[in-house]
């Protein structure tokens, strides 16, 4: 039997089209007794203190969500679980990041200045306790066996029944067709949402799981569930993210496009051919997306391509291309960590400089996108070649290319631009770089040494 919907005050999920999220590992973004962090794999000291004394950079920065790492406690076998994935008790909170109340005065601090807060959640696996594979005697809401899938291991990642029914990295699968176990964790996400006012989930592991237990939570969680459904394919992660089930998902096969394109220099049509696919599919569902090119996940950016002007062309668009935009910790100041756990380094190596290059940059994308509220709009591709690729939303033209810093001048007239003839428009990233929209409504783009361009008319801020 599925329990009653929430009635605990949270947003409407559509109006998340007008957030913007900013992600952090709490362990490692600020703290009260953060340490030096020469173990990568161990807890370095953040804590909800250290974030709430941050809140200002982030929404200095342009950001008014924040994704933050689970809270919830873990299990026995832990030590090295700053990142959170590996619950417990589902209704404990993790000591390492401070107490309950601590939790709740970030929410509140949160939302004093206008920042959502997002969870994230975990229904695919609890952690290890110290007694092996078999021993659940320490996950507090799932002590008995019975409440797993066979002790399997993921070897074939194209097998969804492999996916789905075996542990994903030795961890306790949890068996979510078991009455108990799916019942336990619908209550978990009602109560979880009404005791700390959350605005949002982050959901893990989703195409780990059965459909079934996703329409299940959809009717007792209303609120905005952006998925994590880790596959390049548009078309299967439209089989999660619908009406009856989750509500979005990151925008992972735009991400591998980014890659291909600006980051390795492919063919543009790269991004035209997932635009197009994915407007296809999800149609107005497309604004709900979560745009991302770096996460706790996957390399950073500049670790796989240390090109200033590609890193920027990828910011743009995230920041501009019809979705949510989603931006790690750290991307602002240049991180460049490699794969997990380098990709995590504590915030405090590099600091909160609200005056570097990127940080200046990206809040200027933000304070567009804030003032021009184009969050709304349809996205309409203008122009594409193999090396640079256009489009505009709303009063807004967006102008790529893939050519890197070490590239010269490229010119292209990009039509039907979203001005009216001879209107004077100007770049929001470069001063004083302003040009008359055409008699016949089409602009002469010049992008110098693989920059990228944003164009708004004249005084339009």
Not at 210 to 215: G, I, N, V
Not at 290 to 297: K, Q, R, T
Not at 312 to 338: C, F, K, R
Request: proline content about 4%.
């Amino acid at each position: 039997m599925l329990l009653a919907v929430s009635s605990f005050a949270f947003p409407n999920p559509l109006e998340f089209r007008s957030r913007r999220i900013y992600q952090v590992l709490t362990d490692r973004f600020a703290g009260t007794n953060q340490n030096n962090c020469n173990d990568l794999y161990s807890y370095c000291g953040g804590d909800y203190i250290g974030l709430i004394s941050k809140l200002d950079y982030i929404r200095n920065l342009g950001y008014n969500a924040i994704w933050i790492s689970p809270t919830v406690e873990q299990a026995q076998n832990s030590n090295n679980a700053y990142h959170g994935y590996w619950f417990s008790n589902f209704y404990g909170t993790n000591p390492h990041f401070g107490s309950v109340q601590d939790l709740k005065n970030l929410i509140y601090e949160a939302h004093q200045r206008d920042i959502w807060v997002i969870a994230d959640v975990v229904y695919n696996h609890v952690g290890n306790c110290y007694g092996g594979p078999f021993d659940y005697s320490c996950i507090t809401t799932f002590p008995q066996s019975e409440y797993y899938h066979d002790n399997c291991d993921v070897q074939d990642w194209n097998n969804q029944e492999q996916v789905r029914y075996c542990r994903l990295a030795g961890l306790p699968d949890l068996n979510q067709d078991h009455p108990f176990v799916r019942s336990e964790l619908l209550k978990w996400s009602v109560w979880y949402q009404k005791e700390f006012g959350f605005d949002g989930f982050r959901t893990d592991t989703v195409k780990h799981i059965d459909h079934s237990f996703w329409r299940d939570l959809r009717k007792v969680t209303p609120w905005f569930n952006i998925g994590e459904v880790f596959d390049g394919s548009n078309q299967f992660l439209k089989s999660y993210t619908n009406e009856q089930e989750l509500q979005t998902s990151f925008n992972y096969p735009l991400y591998y496009a980014i890659q291909s394109t600006i980051s390795n220099g492919n063919s543009m049509y790269g991004l035209s051919n997932i635009f197009f696919e994915a407007q296809q599919l999800f149609g107005d569902a497309a604004k709900d997306l979560g745009l991302f090119i770096d996460n706790h996940d996957n390399p950073r950016f500049l670790n796989q391509h240390s090109d200033l002007r590609r890193y920027e062309n990828a910011l743009v668009l995230i920041h501009t291309w019809i979705g949510i935009p989603v931006l790690y910790y750290g991307s602002e100041q240049d991180m460049n960590g490699g794969n997990d756990p380098d990709n995590r380094h504590p915030m405090w190596w590099v600091g909160f400089n609200q005056n570097s290059q990127r940080y200046l940059f990206i809040k200027n994308l933000n304070d567009v996108r804030s003032k021009i509220k184009f969050e709304d709009s349809e996205q309409r591709e203008l122009y594409v070649t193999d090396n640079f690729y256009s489009f505009a939303r709303s009063n807004i033209l967006v102008a790529l290319t893939n050519q890197g810093q070490n590239s010269g001048q490229i010119h292209y007239r990009v039509p039907n631009s979203p001005f009216e003839a001879n209107t004077r428009i100007c770049n929001i990233i470069a001063e004083r770089d302003c040009i008359n929209v055409n008699p016949d409504n089409s602009v002469d783009i010049y992008l110098n040494q693989g920059e990228a361009k944003v164009f708004i008319r004249e005084n339009a801020l």
